[in-house]
């Protein structure tokens, strides 16, 4: 669906923020394992009290070894329909407006399944950046704010993501792919969170998978 192309982004401020605090999970040494498997390693932390929300600090952590590039990866992880592919979770997402030509910097409604007849589906509104710090280093970064064009709809919770972000960097095995979550789903049981708290970071490896098995796909536009 086409959408249009601001000045500039009126989110721009928490965007920053965001990718100042995936820069300080990424550094942190206060992950625990929680999971290793053939691909995928897992990681948790629990969340700060400076937060709301009592579910866990989540890394993924997986190596695609093809011969792609950066920008392949990173665009990859920016296509919607591809999505619903590799992360069981995501159920659809709308991009509301976008802040430059490249349309690498935007504003996106998201929205995530519920369990049917018990949990609510949620939604999310965000602001996502794709940012490359070299031709081996890049991120996606991805954010709650506030903005007065997607209110709160009946039926869904509106939750909020502290930081959801993508770290892409090549390594001597490949290409190393990081996904780190802090989000506050808003009022799920106990059971579900930490459930969620390893399928979340577990969406790193099928991503991998569905790249080893179809290539890279371009960015929503």
Known sequence: MPFSVAASNPHSEPQVKALAYLKELEASTAFNLATKGNKTTIYTMPPPSTHEGNMPITKGQCVLQKDFTLDQVLDSL??????????????????????????????????????????????????????????????????????????????????????????????EEGWLLTYISHVNPMNLPATLLNLIATETPACVGTFVSFLEKNGPVAADN
């Open 78 to 171: 920016r296509n919607a329909d591809s999505r619903k592919k590799w992360d069981s979770r995501f159920e659809g997402l709308e991009v509301v407006e976008a802040y430059n030509e490249n349309k690498d910097e935007v504003l996106i409604y998201s929205l995530q399944h519920g369990q049917w007849p018990i949990i609510s589906g949620r939604d999310f509104v965000l602001t996502m950046k794709k940012v490359k710090e070299s031709e081996s280093k890049g991120y996606i970064v991805q954010t709650s704010v506030v903005d007065e064009r997607k209110k709160e709809v009946k039926g869904r919770v509106r939750g909020h993501i502290y930081i959801a972000g993508w770290i892409v960097e090549k390594t």
